[in-house]
Structures are given as structure tokens and as C-alpha cells.
T-cell receptor
């Protein structure tokens, strides 16, 4: 079983809609959870971090964590063309290593 | 990217030659990492360092070695490059204490092609 799993997509959403990105992880001892955004040909950029169960909001982004279900999600409200990118879920596991999922490609429908 | 520089940005090399990639930081962060990114595999950890001369292997370390003689520099060496090492290589830095690192920041990447 992969340590961090994401749907590879592409996920296509209409502009202005809510994009929902999901991630599951296998190590129950994982402590910290991150969402990175990566534009084509660029390096990953940290957009959200979450450490405890519940929701964390930052502007149009909301991260949700459910440790019992080993599930992390990212909601993007009012999706814009600039949100088109690959979104990487990353987890610091019980061995203190940052492990990435393969990423979900998000595209906008005009 | 602020505080972290990778060099070179692009390199083409021949099979069997040694190659060294450099990561330089100005943040004085304790942790430094080398990842490779390939289609279908995502980002995979090669080696990391938790201090000067303190390094450890990641999940895809075969064929790679690293050195960290100064806090600011972390070198990745391909001893004898193979075509399977054609990839984009990212360096990352993180602050932290003990075994806990946080605030990972990535460099701009090095695109390496082995022909």
C-alpha cells in the first residue's frame, strides 16, 4: 500500500465552483499534513499545513483532517484559472520523513 | 526561491560520467533534502541531512551519494550516471529541532538528462 494516495485526475471544475481534492495516508503515526501546489515546470509551493483534526481556512483554501479515517482534503472555493495546477499531498510520518502523494492535476472549465 | 539556490538548472551528461548537483541555502536551516520527480512516481526522497556531516538515505538512494560539509551546502553526486537517473531534482530545506522538521521550502530544480 502506498504511503500517501491521491487520485491522479485530471479533475476538471467550472470556474467559480468549489474544487475538492482528497488524500489518504497509511501511517497512523503521521503528525503533520501539507498541501503543495505545483505549476508545470515549477517547484512545489506550500499552500496549506494542518496538524490537528478539523478544518483550517486560509483565504479561498480550506484544509480538512480526519486522523481516525486517515484522510486529508483540500477545498478551493471560487476556483480561478490560476488554480490550474497539480496539487501534492504530503505527510510527515512516524519516521519524521516528508512523503508525497503523486499529485492531482486540477483544471478549470471556462 | 528565496533562500535556496540549486545549480546547475539544466545539465546534459553522458552515461557513466560523474555528476554533482549543488544546493545552497542562506536560511541556516538544519534540514536539507534531495528529491527526484518523475512522471507517474511523484516526488521521491533520495537523501537528506539533519546537520553538518549528518546524512541518511531516502527511498531511492541507490546510485547516489551526498555530502554536507557546511550548513549552507548540500551536494548530490551521481557516481556513474545512468539513463534511469534522467529526472528533475529538487532540493528542499526545513527548519526544526530534534527529529521534527517543518516549513519545507523547495528550490527551483535541476533538470538532468543522461544520454
Amino acid at each position: 500500500q502506498k504511503e500517501v494516495e491521491q487520485n491522479s485526475g485530471p479533475l476538471s471544475v467550472p470556474e467559480g465552483a468549489i474544487a475538492s481534492l482528497n488524500c489518504t495516508y497509511s501511517d497512523r503515526g503521521s503528525q503533520s499534513f501539507f498541501w503543495y501546489r505545483q505549476y508545470s515546470g515549477k517547484s512545489p509551493e506550500l499552500i496549506m499545513s494542518i496538524y490537528s483534526n478539523g478544518d483550517k481556512e486560509d483565504g479561498r483554501f480550506t484544509a480538512q483532517l480526519n486522523k481516525a479515517s486517515q484522510y486529508v482534503s483540500l477545498l478551493i472555493r471560487d476556483s480561478q484559472p490560476s488554480d490550474s495546477a497539480t496539487y501534492l499531498c504530503a505527510v510527515i510520518n512516524s519516521n519524521y520523513k516528508l512523503t508525497f502523494g503523486k499529485g492531482t492535476l486540477l483544471t478549470m472549465n471556462p | 526561491d528565496a533562500g535556496i539556490t540549486q545549480s546547475p538548472r539544466h545539465k546534459v551528461t553522458e552515461t557513466g560520467t560523474p555528476v554533482t548537483l549543488r544546493c545552497h541555502q542562506t536560511e541556516n536551516h538544519r534540514y536539507m533534502y534531495w528529491y527526484r520527480q518523475d512522471p507517474g512516481h511523484g516526488l521521491r526522497l533520495i537523501h537528506y541531512s539533519y546537520g553538518v556531516k549528518d546524512t541518511d538515505k531516502g527511498e531511492v538512494s541507490d546510485g547516489y551519494s551526498v555530502s554536507r560539509s557546511k550548513t549552507e551546502d548540500f551536494l548530490l553526486t551521481l557516481e556513474s550516471a545512468t539513463s534511469s537517473q534522467t529526472s528533475v531534482y529538487f532540493c528542499a530545506i526545513a527548519a526544526g529541532t530534534g527529529l521534527v522538521a517543518y516549513g519545507y521550502t523547495f528550490g527551483s530544480g535541476t533538470r538532468l538528462t543522461v544520454v
